[in-house]
């Protein structure tokens, strides 16, 4: 399966929460979308695999997903060895993803930091012949990263207005993680109902930034080309 844009998130509801106006977007505009989490978040504080497993399904089936994958890497312990980047590698060279969308590379969970590493690598070994797996060499065309606890500056915005309302339905799909009437076994920095507050005040605040409703902030080490900057500005307003 060809599938146009394709994000990783080191825990199911990583994606949702980084990507989810951008992933609704693409979808709308006629693209294959898909998610892969490199964990089941086995670890997570609150909740269980069952529940999180059908927290994840529920989230897939609002950002109308064309497949969403699991890895299977293990929860707090993601490596970025050659078991791992094969599954990667495996996954990639199967979908062909035009677009991916990873973690940035900075963030207070080290499973998002070592994520990014993990995939940075793998998505360029995937693009060797020499590594074989049972697919072809292929590596995506374009590479961005969303934002997740630490903020950078972002090198575009894209303007999630019309979706946002969606992605936070896929966002609160994860109850037993997030402030919900769901019975918590411990407060965490993510059931606390201030975290959505965060969420919501984030895309808003880039969203302002660029004279939308609501803004999802992403990064990229590409330089980006503009070749009409009269138009390609004009939604700033002085």
Same mark, same amino acid.
């Given at each position: 399966?060809?599938?146009?844009? /394709?994000?990783?998130?080191?825990? =199911? ?30 670890? @997570? ?6 529940? &999180? ?39 990639? &060279? ?8 990873? =973690? %940035? ?10 994520? %990014?590493?993990?995939?940075?690598? @793998? ?8 590594? &074989?797996?049972? /697919?072809?060499?292929? &590596? =995506? ?38 402030? #919900?009437? %769901? $019975?918590? $076994?411990?407060?965490?920095?993510? #059931? ?30 590409? +330089? ?9 500005? +004009? %939604?700033?307003?002085?």
């Amino acid at each position: 399966m060809d599938i146009g844009v /394709l994000a990783f998130g080191a825990h =199911p509801d990583d994606a949702e929460m980084g990507c989810g106006g951008l992933l609704l977007k693409m979808k709308a505009a006629g693209f294959k979308t898909g998610i892969a989490d490199l964990t089941h978040g086995e670890l @997570s504080t609150n909740g269980n695999l069952k529940i &999180r497993a059908r927290e994840s399904e529920q989230a897939a089936e609002i950002l109308k997903l064309d497949i969403r994958e699991n890895l299977g890497l293990e929860d707090g312990h993601i490596v970025n060895d050659t078991p791992s980047r094969t599954k990667v590698v495996d996954l990639l &060279r199967a979908c062909r993803p035009r677009l991916v969308i990873t =973690p %940035y590379h900075k963030d207070r969970h080290p499973d998002h930091e070592h994520a %990014y590493q993990l995939l940075k690598d @793998s998505i360029f070994i995937s693009g060797l012949a020499k590594f &074989r797996t049972s /697919l072809p060499a292929y &590596r =995506p065309r374009v590479v961005i990263n969303y934002m997740m606890h630490y903020e950078f500056e972002p090198s575009f915005i894209v303007d999630i207005t019309h979706y946002f309302k969606t992605k936070m339905e896929a966002v609160t799909s994860y109850r037993s993680q997030l402030y #919900s009437d %769901y $019975q918590k $076994q411990s407060e965490t920095r993510l #059931s606390s109902k201030y975290f959505m507050e965060v969420l919501n005040t984030r895309n808003k605040y880039h969203g302002l930034k660029i004279a939308a409703g609501y803004g999802e902030p992403y990064y990229t080490e590409y +330089n980006i080309k503009i070749d009409d900057p009269l138009n390609f500005f +004009n %939604y700033i307003h002085i």
